[in-house]
């Protein structure tokens, strides 16, 4: 029998065109026209943890897109039970002019494979699979017991999870978390997360003459919704960066000192970070550093907005109305519902009396998540990412949200370690999506050191 | 030989259908994709002045989209000319989804016919045709000369008519200009139109990081364009309704007391306009009555903002680029080039640091149009309107542009006449776009009338 990292090697093609196979399934969990690519990518995971050796795998409704489950559970019962968790779900492809080569068409140049889910979750979600299969194909068994909970609604933010663990205590039962929707610090630097952001979403409408009209024929007397849309979208913040919405900062609790000395130590340069963005100078709120204004600072984006005539030319029109969508991300103890709501408010408050305003909030809402440095489960991940990258992780805030990191710790009583492969630079969300084959090569290995070490994921904590 | 009564009423299903044909040619100037369709009705409206009687028919290159002349011009040297005026280009016709039935197939329900263009301007522009087909065939000649001139552009602000009626001065020379492309008061009372005001557009344009971003991963630290264009858009107008562009009111002709006395005495029902445009309350320029706005006093409106992600759903990204499309309607003495380069200026001075923004100017423009109430030209105008619809027509300002009436006065000394029949709740530039009939037949019966009037039009000057 050879050894895990032989098999690792030697595997190394297949399990390439394994990833190839799952992110040719274009299950864009935003759109419903993807409805039916969702349900064929759950059920190709599950094939494929069968496959690997893992049992009683299923696709479990969850009242939206489903969850797969799986387990491996005879390291016996004085050995922890460790929660494999990623998403099989991927970002809307558009714009689609701006991308090199078709989204759902995965293309290897330089080591690199790009497509829509390459690292944002695929290549990080199939690593503890194909970990499973090395280990049992390798030594027979796994070195403790391991649940998975890949999800397919976490672009969406997740919207039934919640309520699915809640139902399903039991079956999830876990002493741990491991994630593979994760990152690192850069293509050579791993990082633990202490903290996630929440989410809150939003879209206003503003509603203005019942049709389109004239503007030579009724110019000049109402109010214009595309107007009345940008005056409420510019009372959102002050002009000096900070976000104007009473309320909106009640809850933020603010970094100690000794935080904010360690944030600092981070190291980024940000003059290449603003060139990497291409922008002429950093814009926000005040008070604060560029890295803690992304990391420990809650965010309110605009991101999307529409009204009135888009096409070429000129075309001489007073819209019937005007829209704009809104998403906030939120730190420790802001509550999504509260934030919210007190935009609303606001938003009606300031609303102008020509006219008619609404506000709709989108289902998706996450809580903030922090965790300690300190926890058992960061400093045995913090040991095996050592090992591999040669280069201790950075302990890191990250801008972006997980909402289901909260609902395993309320519903399971779990932590949740970050424990994925994708680097911030790879496009994630937008055209031309990428993940270093580099990093899918080390996140095979982590995966098959951290089962080992776990084992005494108890004595620890 | 009937009289030019009787052949109007023995005629007017084959005029009907006529004007059926005619719409369905979607001739719409500002899409480019419709360039063959502007050919056609440039070529259609040749024919049929051929089969009225007009002699010396040509489609005649302008540089951009054509103009149809035609002549008669057998009256005498001592009678005066007329240029008859109108255009046979169209809006576009979107949104589609808000169309009872296809723009460009005529529908014709409780004596009206809906269609793109009904109103605007092929309804009117057919009118001054048939009616001299009418004269010919039942007295075998005109009262006066007459010259055609039948535009493919206005709706696209004449670019380039300057420079064709500049260059075919001779061939164009007249006396008076009788406008098919003009309206009524309401769908039983005349007008006549002593102002029209001027256009000029541009487009803004913001940019932010080179490609979208995850709202998350880079959220907080860059400015959104939206949100700056957002800025940009609310400076432009203080919260009570001025416009706030340095500069943009200097050459305005502030209107004599009289003449807002005169304005006042016009009928409206302001709480009916209200309710038609289904707005909960009028909004505009301080100082001033609501139909004054719309008249007399300068516009600025905002015909199409977009940015970012505008599908079903929450898409967390901070997109690229937002943008935003303006028009101004301007009135005496205002210049459209000097307030749109004082709009451009306005914006590069209030443009936030963090994105990069550019104005872009667009090539139409119009300078604003005057003309007294007692020119011979309204005179006689005056008296066809009021034995026809059996009022006289109210002496009125319009808030829509007509780019060529300034044309004709630089190039041929020839001032214009409101001469059309649209009313303005006929969904001009907006979906069901519709004109009465029995307006279609007061026009013509106009027409026949005002060529019989106008023989007199060198004695009253």
Known sequence: MSTWQTYLTTNQDRFLQELQEFIRIPSVSALPAHAEDIQTAAAWVANRLQAA?????????????????????????????????????????????????????????????????????????ITPILAVETLLQTEGRLPVNIKCCFEGQEEIGSP???????????????????????????????????????????????????????????????????????????????????????GFYDDVVEMSESMRAEIAKVPRDEEQYRQELDIPAFFGEPGYTTQERNWIRPTLELNGIWGGFQGEGVKTVIPSEAHAKITCRLVANQDPRKVRQAIKTHIEKVAPPGVRVSVTLAEQAAKPYLMSADHPGNRIAAEVLTDVFGAPPYMVFVGGSVPISNFFLNHLGANFVNFGWSSSDENLHAPNEFLRLKNFRRGLACYCQVLHRLVHYEDTQ
């Not at 714009?95 to 390459?118: H, K, M, N, Q, T």
């Open 53 to 125: 050796g893992v049992e009683n795998t299923a696709v479990m409704p969850t009242g939206g897109h489903p969850a797969v489950y799986g387990d491996w559970l005879h390291a016996g019962p004085d050995k922890p039970t460790i929660l494999l968790y990623g998403h099989y779900d991927v970002q809307p492809a558009d714009p689609l002019d701006l991308w090199d080569s078709p989204p759902f068409e995965p293309v290897i140049r330089d080591d690199c494979i790009y497509a829509r889910g390459a690292s944002d979750d695929k290549g990080g979600m």
């Open 160 to 246: 039934q999870m919640d309520g699915f663990l809640a139902q399903h205590k039991d079956l999830f039962a876990c002493d741990l978390v491991l994630s593979a929707d994760g990152g690192l610090w850069d293509a050579d630097h791993p990082m633990l997360v202490l903290g996630l952001k929440g989410l809150c979403a939003l879209e206003i409408h503003v509603r203005g003459p019942k049709g389109d009209l004239h503007s030579g024929l009724h110019g000049g007397v109402l109010h214009n919704p595309i107007e009345a849309l940008c005056q409420i979208v510019d009372s959102l913040r002050t002009p000096d960066g900070k976000i104007a919405v009473p």
